[in-house]
Nanobody, 121 residues
Framework: QVQFEESGGGLVQAGGSLRLSCTASGNIFSIDVMGWYRQVPGKQREPVALIDSGGRTTYADSVKGRFTASRDNAKNTVHLQMDSLKPEDTAVYSC???????????????WGQGTQVTVSS
């Protein structure tokens, strides 16, 4: 019952920047953690940047210093500013949330459909 609107992916040259945005809607009472995972063929999906409801962030070591996550709790929106992009950042980036449905006491996880980020050398 959760809908995602993801945007911002595209093709950029190494050293360039992209800004991903994700807005979640539907049967959501509250969102605990919101962020982005990425996946390339043949590899497991890995967390890239996560941000909790208090604004605390966690980044993969590979993107620290280059990516910045931000969140607007009132809009159920998360952004990922990606700077100094590298070819190894190429992947499908998917929005992810841990949330509570109205009246529920156990968190659920939901995923967006993903947006392609391609970085050329």
């Amino acid at each position: 019952q959760v809908q995602f609107e993801e945007s911002g992916g595209g093709l950029v040259q190494a050293g360039g920047s992209l800004r991903l945005s994700c807005t979640a809607s539907g049967n959501i009472f509250s969102i605990d953690v919101m962020g982005w995972y990425r996946q390339v063929p043949g590899k497991q999906r890995e967390p890239v940047a996560l941000i909790d409801s208090g604004g605390r962030t966690t980044y993969a070591d590979s993107v620290k210093g280059r990516f910045t996550a931000s969140r607007d709790n009132a809009k159920n929106t998360v952004h990922l500013q990606m700077d100094s992009l590298k070819p190894e950042d190429t992947a499908v980036y998917s929005c992810h949330i841990l949330y509570l449905r109205s009246g529920a006491t156990i968190q659920r996880a939901a995923w967006g459909q993903g947006t392609q980020v391609t970085v050329s050398s």
